[in-house]
């Protein structure tokens, strides 16, 4: 039996794969506030307000200012400018599995980040250890284009220098897998690392 063929190029996604938050403190914040657990989230993620972001629109500054604002009428001026700032000031994990997982495939196949992040990703990858995990970072914020658009995958594979049929893509939305397979690119909805290491056996031997 034959072994998979390496792929020529590994994108992967940062949050929810690489990156997780501590949101523990926001939700200490909600529950005295009386919010809903998970409030102040889909007010900083808002279709509206998440586009301005991943597009490059917003500094953190400004970010935390729309949040305190969208929380609304019903939360104190000062509780709602607390729980925005608690959320993009959120303590941040790398996950060190996935991490050792790249720097191993990195010695055989280019790996790239892919990712709708902020103007500020590049301060956050330093603080974490993690600037010189990827032969780059293709960034939403800096490209002008966020997942699952596909001019963000073509720019991936271009810097990468291999076609999308020779990618492997893998990220945690199943949206943005379902885009990146639509380019012919080979894909892997994470869930754990495991299904990273599954993937990139062929670069590990």
């Known amino acids: 039996m034959t072994s ?13 794969v690489i990156r997780h938050f501590d949101h523990r403190e926001v ?3 909600e529950a005295a ?18 586009r301005r972001l991943v597009l490059g629109g917003l500094t ?22 607390a729980l925005a700032a608690a959320f993009t000031g959120s303590p941040v994990r790398a996950d060190g599995e996935v991490v050792a997982l790249l720097r191993r495939a990195r010695r055989r196949a280019p790996v790239l980040l892919v990712t709708n ?3 500020w990703l590049e301060e956050d990858l330093a603080a974490l250890g993690l600037a010189d995990l990827a032969e780059g970072v293709v960034n939403s914020a800096r490209v002008g284009a966020a997942k699952p658009d596909p001019a963000i995958f073509r ?16 990220d945690d939305s199943a949206r943005n897998v379902a885009a990146a397979a639509g380019l012919g690119m080979t894909t892997v909805h994470f869930r754990t690392p495991l299904d990273l290491a599954r993937a990139l056996a062929p670069l590990l031997d």
């Open 4 to 16: 998979p063929q390496p792929p020529g190029a590994v994108l992967c996604d940062i949050d929810g």
């Open 27 to 29: 939700a200490r914040l």
């Open 33 to 50: 506030a009386g919010l809903a657990p998970g409030t102040t989230f889909e007010v900083a993620f808002a279709e509206e307000l998440g």
């Open 60 to 81: 953190r500054a400004q970010w935390t200012a729309e949040i305190a604002g969208g929380l609304g009428s019903g939360v104190p001026a000062g509780r709602a400018a």
């Open 117 to 119: 992040a902020t103007l």
């Open 155 to 170: 720019v991936a594979a271009e810097r990468a220098g291999v076609a999308p049929e020779g990618c492997l893509f893998v």
